[in-house]
T-cell receptor
Framework: GAVVSQHPSWVICKSGTSVKIECRSLDFQATTMFWYRQFPKQSLMLMATSNEGSKATYEQGVEKDKFLINHASLTLSTLTVTSAHPEDSSFYIC?????????????FGPGTRLTVT | LAKTTQPISMDSYEGQEVNITCSHNNIATNDYITWYQQFPSQGPRFIIQGYKTKVTNEVASLFIPADRKSSTLSLPRVSLSDTAVYYCLVGLAGYSTLTFGKGTMLLVSP
């Protein structure tokens, strides 16, 4: 149980275009989803917290107009990288919190490798 | 959020028990301790979570002393496939965000 999927698993796009990444909780409902970014040989950095039906909360330094997040249902959140540039190339990972007892542990998706050329 | 400190890297051999210790001196009363495993180009995988004393599941054990200022992830009889980065995180029950530190790169050799 507690499976999170991401689509696509990898994407290559040209500079200036927009890319949408989907995050789905397959076997549970997630009122909260999170988006992380990870550069090579570095740790995960939280970008934003996505709550179903409300606006996302962005971490300091993350441009909300560049990284659009939509959490339209209890099983789907999307991250759109608008006007992508080569410096946006990174590994994007989502997670969903399963609020079942304990501390509501987060379950992570497999990640999406974005390369902007 | 409580800050965590882990060794940057550890080496082991197949079949050995590996213990990775994490320090979290300013852990709060309601904080849980959670460990994740991450392979290259994959999302982190939940390993184990605990609040106090000892927790065991099918893949690992988590030891937490009474003062909860540290915790130890124990991996019994590691194999080559356990080579990965292991992250220790602490957070309030139900708290929305997790802060990932640098993690511990475990290298298991034949």
């Amino acid at each position: 149980g507690a499976v999170v999927s991401q689509h696509p698993s990898w994407v290559i796009c040209k500079s200036g275009t927009s890319v949408k990444i989907e995050c789905r909780s397959l076997d549970f409902q997630a009122t909260t989803m999170f988006w992380y970014r990870q550069f090579p040989k570095q740790s995960l950095m939280l970008m934003a917290t996505s709550n179903e039906g409300s606006k996302a909360t962005y971490e300091q330094g993350v441009e909300k107009d560049k990284f659009l997040i939509n959490h339209a249902s209890l099983t789907l959140s999307t991250l759109t990288v608008t006007s992508a540039h080569p410096e946006d190339s990174s590994f994007y990972i989502c997670s969903a919190r399963a609020a079942r007892g304990g501390a509501g542990e987060q379950y992570f998706g497999p990640g999406t490798r974005l390369t902007v050329t | 959020l409580a800050k965590t400190t882990q060794p940057i890297s550890m080496d082991s051999y197949e079949g050995q028990e590996v213990n990775i210790t994490c320090s979290h001196n300013n852990i709060a009363t309601n904080d849980y301790i959670t460990w994740y495993q991450q392979f290259p180009s994959q999302g982190p995988r939940f390993i184990i979570q605990g609040y106090k004393t000892k927790v065991t599941n099918e893949v690992a054990s988590l030891f937490i002393p009474a003062d909860r200022k540290s915790s130890t992830l124990s991996l019994p009889r590691v194999s080559l496939s356990d080579t990965a980065v292991y992250y220790c995180l602490v957070g309030l029950a139900g708290y929305s965000t997790l802060t990932f530190g640098k993690g511990t790169m475990l290298l298991v050799s034949p």
